[in-house]
């Protein structure tokens, strides 16, 4: 006679979430999570994994099953799961994720995190209870659908990776195309915005920013993976050394425009690399404003009015990534708002312009996706 599962028991579960925020996924090897484990062998289907990987895919289907916001990202920062985030101490993960609700780190201590961690038990206990489809089978379902795109009833598909929304801006219908992927995976966009600190100092290519990203594809390699030229670092840094700004900061909003070196071959033209991010003296963070992205990306549209022409053919696409959403510290509702409406005023006044948004989480995209559609988040 067979007997059901043995339920997991909540303060273990959560017990074992709480360790894993202290060592981060990262150390997850050698922590004793033996309700995690269970769970993510018997519930999601994950025999035959190694154990490591199965509680870490766990965790991420618990959160990713809390759907976006405020909440799902500091979740993502409090575990190590955000990308680049692995190898955070526990630290600057708590520091990060109390950035995200806008409050003190000892008031997340005290209060969100303790929230965080709890919806992050609830969503594992869901998940244990059968709640979600397993694992093996786990695809995400897209985005309510209108027509002829709708799929058939109970059939799961994968979100799709590119999406084009046609909002009404002004009494026209204007098609906006959502690329969900790396930066360095576009197509055929003449022009890529990448956010920059006000020095314009790129980061290490190595890093997981859009700003890295662009700068690692950018640059030309050998057979071996081996830097040749790195294009997209020299010519910001030749850029700066023109106008006069190299060891000081250019104001905020400025636009510094270098060629996309490698990313040439991808049909990519330019990159405009837009001061959004105000270092903070004696430390590794950023501050971003809303009105300093609303600012930027009409300078950037701007430029791209007054060299259109000047090529052949001309320039007429446009790609910009969620500006501040990253270490910025903004929302994706808020970094979406201040970008949004520099982009409205340049389409409302008609502007030809193919606009691309750019973003690697389908939580986010769904988000846009919903804000476009005039929908409420």
Not at 80 to 90: F, V
Not at 134 to 148: C, E, N
Not at 206 to 231: F, M
Request: hydrophobic content about 40%; overall charge positive; proline content about 7%.
């Amino acid at each position: 006679m067979s007997h059901p599962p043995r339920q997991p028991d909540h303060a273990a579960v959560l017990a074992e979430v709480r360790a894993v925020r202290r060592a981060g996924v990262v150390r997850l090897r050698g922590l004793d999570t033996p309700e995690l484990s269970r769970i993510a062998r018997e519930r999601l289907g994950t025999t035959g994994e190694l154990p490591v990987l199965a509680v870490e895919r766990l965790l991420r289907e618990a959160v990713a099953g809390i759907g976006g916001g405020t909440l799902q990202d500091a979740a993502e920062y409090t575990l190590g799961l955000a990308q680049g985030t692995r190898d955070w101490p526990p630290a600057d993960r708590r520091r990060r994720a109390a950035e995200v609700y806008g409050v003190s780190v000892e008031r997340f201590r005290k209060h969100h995190e303790l929230m965080v961690l709890g919806q992050i038990t609830e969503r594992i206990l869901g998940l244990a209870a059968g709640a979600a489809a397993p694992a093996t089978d786990a695809v995400r379902l897209p985005a309510p659908r209108t027509g002829h795109d709708t799929p058939a009833a109970g059939r799961p598909e994968l979100a799709p990776a590119h999406r084009v929304v046609k909002p009404r801006v002004h009494g026209r219908t204007v098609p906006v195309t959502l690329h969900v992927h790396s930066v360095d995976l576009l197509r055929g966009v003449d022009v890529v915005v990448s956010p920059s600190n006000t020095y314009f100092a790129l980061p290490a290519p190595y890093k997981a920013s859009v700003a890295a990203t662009l700068r690692r594809a950018g640059a030309r390699t050998d057979a071996t993976g081996g830097v040749v030229e790195d294009h997209v670092h020299d010519e910001l840094r030749d850029w700066a050394v023109r106008h006069g700004i190299p060891g000081r900061a250019a104001l905020p909003g400025t636009v510094a425009v270098t060629s996309a070196g490698a990313l040439a071959d991808q049909g990519v033209r330019h990159i405009y690399h837009l001061a959004v991010a105000v270092p903070r003296p004696g430390t590794n963070d950023y501050d971003v404003q809303p009105a300093d992205i609303t600012r930027a990306v009409g300078r950037a549209f701007r430029q791209l009015t007054a060299e259109s022409g000047r090529h052949d053919p001309p320039l007429t696409s446009i790609c910009l990534p969620l500006l501040g959403a990253g270490r910025g510290g903004l929302s994706a509702l808020e970094s979406f708002g201040a970008l949004w409406t520099a982009v409205e005023a340049e389409l409302a006044r008609g502007a030809p312009w193919d606009v691309h948004l750019v973003m690697r989480r389908h939580a986010r995209a769904d988000l846009v996706e919903r804000l476009l559609a005039g929908r409420r988040p």
